[in-house]
T-cell receptor, first 116, second 109 residues
Framework: GAVVSQHPSWVICKSGTSVKIECRSLDFQATTMFWYRQFPKQSLMLMATSNEGSKATYEQGVEKDKFLINHASLTLSTLTVTSAHPEDSSFYIC????????????FGPGTRLTVL | DAKTTQPPSMDCAEGRAANLPCNHSTISGNEYVYWYRQIHSQGPQYIIHGLKNNETNEMASLIITEDRKSSTLILPHATLRDTAVYYCIVSPGYSTLTFGKGTMLLVSP
């Protein structure tokens, strides 16, 4: 099956710094990628939809200036958490949509962000 | 997207079949039923999806009622590694996936 990777798998940073998370589709081209956030004991919440070559679409309540998304190629999307604060600590998960396979979404393994 | 209703938790003995129900009474004609699972601290894993016919793959079987208002995911021989949260999602397929709370399946020895 299709493989999606994320890097890093976990990161610890100081409050006020920025953190970049990469999401790659390894064996297929993904014109659309999605970013989710998951707090402990909660379900995944969609943050934004990322389309290659265009601006991301953010869900209501998600600050686009704080969560910068770049989808510059068909296999790579990045999420940058700017000026991170402890409340941004969460599990960030990306998914990539494979249009050649019934638009199935394949998920990355997730990135655990801890802001001190 | 239509909403789904799943039991919050289920137990299953190792080696037995696990039958996970899902209600989606407001599903639209163009919406598929998707099943994903999430093992603790990992990304969701695709299991299976269907429109109106029953489907089977190497992981599971999906039984969709004739009126499409409910479905059942069947893991034929559950193992300890099948312990996870199982999400039933309805979506047109070209759209985003909305995750509910899912069913926590605990497989015990």
């Amino acid at each position: 099956g299709a493989v999606v990777s994320q890097h890093p798998s976990w990161v610890i940073c100081k409050s006020g710094t920025s953190v970049k998370i990469e999401c790659r589709s390894l064996d297929f081209q993904a014109t659309t990628m999605f970013w989710y956030r998951q707090f402990p004991k909660q379900s995944l919440m969609l943050m934004a939809t990322s389309n290659e070559g265009s601006k991301a679409t953010y869900e209501q309540g998600v600050e686009k200036d704080k969560f910068l998304i770049n989808h510059a190629s068909l296999t790579l999307s990045t999420l940058t958490v700017t000026s991170a604060h402890p409340e941004d600590s969460s599990f960030y998960i990306c998914s990539a949509q494979d249009k050649s396979s019934y638009n199935e979404q394949f998920f990355g393994p997730g990135t655990r962000l801890t802001v001190l | 997207d239509a909403k789904t209703t799943q039991p919050p938790s289920m137990d299953c003995a190792e080696g037995r079949a696990a039958n996970l129900p899902c209600n989606h009474s407001t599903i639209s004609g163009n919406e598929y039923v998707y099943w994903y699972r999430q093992i603790h601290s990992q990304g969701p894993q695709y299991i299976i999806h269907g429109l109106k016919n029953n489907e089977t793959n190497e992981m599971a079987s999906l039984i969709i009622t004739e009126d499409r208002k409910s479905s059942t995911l069947i893991l034929p021989h559950a193992t300890l590694r099948d312990t996870a949260v199982y999400y039933c999602i309805v979506s047109p397929g070209y759209s985003t996936l909305t995750f509910g709370k899912g069913t926590m399946l605990l497989v015990s020895p």
